[in-house]
């Protein structure tokens, strides 16, 4: 027998290996090997033998039960993914359908179900066979590599409590094997190589410095412009402002106005109309008539286009603001209140030229406001500071009554009624 | 009445049960067939011809995408009014073809047709190979693939999250799943193979790397316990996926209001073409395959058979869907819908509708005739005009209906553009890339299934087994 010629040393048995002639055979010894009391024993065949599971005394596997759970994990995972991204943290509005509507979520659930269910079915069967395991003793069994092709084979592990080298062979023997061979452990430990270990962990902590770099990145504020990995359409071939062209015999790509050109509203050069100045200086009079009609359509132009942001009232609360201070949006500046201090103190030309340049965050109205409308503007925001400043002194006597019964009659405000 | 000769499994005898192996193959016979493709040290010479020629065609395609993401997708044939052009064609093409993979390898497992194991491998390596295939024209036709990582559902600085509510987003979703799914069903059927291929390796490297893929298998009672069962696992889950894989990519259509589109009996229809044209390109490379790798007494005259049978069904399947549709559009009385068809048969694409009728419908019926299904010249012919029929059926949906929609005035014709053509034939390059390599490196026949099938006198009998 091999085992006799060859020098063994015991505590390099791994176990005893038999072969025997087909599935049949292979199941019945394996049914005599569990009669004889061994527990630590497992047949290998090229392909499955059924009925062996219950001639080893095995029990049914558990992977269905992880596959379930797989599938429901996968199920109620997509569900609340959905349920919570589209109608909770970030709303879509699709043709007025609710906010959640089941029937339009079932296909990502489906698939989430399918795909949670089949990672538990490969990664459990894996796992509850003892895979991967690369080294294995049997492995370097030179008679095992028929297992895989045309073997059938027992191998009972040493380290079952009725092992013993002669009569387990013997057992096997009266069982109908063919040759019985001992296989050992491996005899040497075969060490991975310390340069590798330690390339290895090198080449970990290097990998962490990229993630690392983006998390700095992310958490801290950068004065320079946003790195480009792909431009999009961020930098485009054209000539921008002030940049030089070869195209022109002047060198300059932006282009004077074809001579003649006048201004769309250049009617004359008068700095008091068009830039509310006189002499270099805010002007403190108005170059306009000042009428109760151009008032009246100085309200008109100012409920259209200022009192979105400065209020009906001139308060500094108009709409959109108060959305902005809603939705917590950082970059917005309050809108100053036209009855502030400042304002009231400026002269009527630098209200005109505010209205028209813009200022701070507020955009200029030139383009949209023709001049004699952002004159009338100016009227309206001067009679919007009268009207919150005054006195009883400030209406004329034959008017007095009416306020007298305006004021006990209703709680109308001058606001309302207009 | 004459004996049935031994060699010929196709003749249906009710007192024999037909042999699914043909000659005295036993275990080890087995093994050497399949196991000596992958072993031999060089393959044969028109190996490396069609193996150049393929990845040739390869880097066309991966210089037909370079193009295209460079420069954009005006290289493209896609424009107004047709902006799905053959990126979609050729997506839903490829993503048909995978299906019949799976319905070998997953539906005729659980219907316990025993005779899929010798074809099962390769349907299943076709399968994935052609949902890679499938892949490459969505990704790239979105025109900034490089934010194609939108598409997932990850907290982002912009707060915005995916629409979990649009086909589109279900596609991404079905062939991701799909995709991964067959990817694992095919590797854990392979892996008791790989450790054959291991076992039996001369050279240190095979060894290696058979053994790294093999993961440590040794057959044991307790892995196959487990093996079956998650095998079995999984072939229950890729069943209800593939039906649901095309259906999903039908809503991409049958969701918008397109008319020719729009329409319930998509799914059904879509699922059936798909298993049709995937079926059609089992036997295109099958017939070739046994031929040239000896494979022909484990892939036998009845598989192809088999197969053929299949293939006459599914036609007669879409058959019928082509003429639903066309009754859908009359009987339904929406003007639009019945433009859309009569311009299907009568308007500019109609080269492509009957080109596609003869092919799908009127060719498949020559599978009637035994002959045609036993003959492999024939029935690779049927075949290949089966998968250009498939072909043409995506291009008049899509290009026919969004050509002429509901707006005369924005009708339009789509040509294909150089680049177009070029990832088409590439992506048929890329397919027949990774098969050659398949067939080169791997085992083409699930070794262990076949084993289990042997007929009991062959060798060491399996164990008998009543299900």
Known sequence: MDQAARETDSKQVAGLLAEFDGPQALKAAASGVREAGYTRFEAYSPFPVHGIDAAMGRRRTLLPWLVLGGGIAGGLGALLLQWWTNAVDYPYLISGKPWFSLPANIPVVFEAIILLSALAAFGGGLALSGLPELFHPLLSCARFRRATTDGFFLGIDASDPQFDESRTAALLRSLGAGETELYDRPRTEQKVPRPLVMAVVVAACLALLPPLWIARVRATRSASPRLHLVSDMDFQPKYLPQQSSPLFGDGRAMRPPVEGTMAVDQRGDDPHLLRGEVEGQPATTFPVAVTSDRMKRGRSRYDIYCATCHGLAGDGDGITSQLAFEREEPKWVRPLSVHSQVVRDQPVGQLFQTISDGIRTMPGYSSQISVEDRWAVVLYVLALQRGRHATLEDVPTELRRHLDTALQGDARTPDTER | ?467
């Open chain 2, 1 to 467: 009445m004459t004996a049935i000769p031994v060699d010929d499994n196709t003749v249906q005898d009710p007192t024999r049960r037909a042999p699914l192996v043909l000659g005295d193959a036993d275990l080890a016979s087995v093994t050497q067939t399949v196991c000596e493709i992958a072993e031999r040290p060089r393959p044969p010479t028109s190996w490396y011809v069609a193996f150049a020629v393929s990845v040739a065609l390869t880097g066309g395609l991966f210089a037909a995408v370079g193009y295209l993401i460079v420069t954009g997708i005006g290289v493209l044939g896609n424009n107004s009014p047709v902006y799905w052009g053959w990126p979609i064609v050729n997506f839903v093409f490829w993503i048909g073809i995978g299906h019949a993979g799976t319905l070998i390898s997953a539906i005729l497992f659980l219907f316990r047709q025993r005779w899929r194991t010798s074809i099962n491998r390769f349907a299943e390596a076709m399968t994935l190979f052609a949902v890679a295939c499938a892949g490459v024209f969505p990704a790239v036709h979105v025109g900034r693939i490089w934010l194609v990582y939108w598409l997932a559902p990850y907290p982002n600085q912009m707060d915005l999250w995916p629409n979990f509510r649009s086909p589109l987003l279900w596609d991404v979703v079905a062939i991701s799943t799909y995709g991964t799914v067959s990817a694992l069903f095919w590797y854990l059927g392979m892996i008791p193979d790989l450790a054959t291929l291991r076992d039996r390796a001369t050279s240190r490297w095979r060894q290696l790397l058979y053994g790294l893929f093999a993961l440590g298998w040794r057959g044991s009672a307790t892995q196959w316990h487990r093996f079956e069962w998650a095998y079995l696992l999984l072939a229950a889950l890729a069943t209800p996926l593939v039906l649901s894989v095309h259906s999903v990519v039908s809503f991409d259509f049958a969701v918008a209001q397109v008319p020719g589109w729009h329409t319930t009996i998509f799914p059904p229809y879509f699922v059936a073409g798909a298993i049709f044209s995937g079926c059609a390109m089992v036997v295109t490379l099958a017939v070739p395959a046994r031929a040239y790798f000896g494979l022909k007494s484990l892939i036998t005259m009845r598989h192809l058979d088999n197969m053929n049978k299949l293939i006459l069904g599914t036609s007669l399947l879409v058959g019928y869907a082509y003429g639903v549709e066309v009754f859908m559009a009359w009987y339904g009385g929406n003007m639009y819908e019945a433009f859309a068809f009569a311009n299907r048969a009568l308007g500019p694409y109609a080269w492509a509708y009957w080109l596609m009728v003869t092919c799908n419908v009127i060719v498949p019926q020559l599978f009637w005739i035994r002959k045609c299904r036993t003959t492999p010249w024939i029935m690779f012919l049927i075949a290949v005009l089966v998968n250009v029929g498939m072909w043409m059926e995506r291009f008049v949906i899509i290009v026919s209906s969004l050509g002429r929609d509901f707006l005369p005035s924005s009708w339009g014709m789509f040509k294909p553009t150089a680049v177009d053509v070029m990832m088409l034939v590439g992506s048929f390059g890329l397919f027949f890339t990774l098969f050659l390599l398949f067939c080169r490196y791997l085992p083409m026949v699930a070794m262990a299934e076949v084993k289990a099938v042997l007929p009991p006198d062959r060798g060491p009998a399996p164990a008998v087994e009543v299900d």
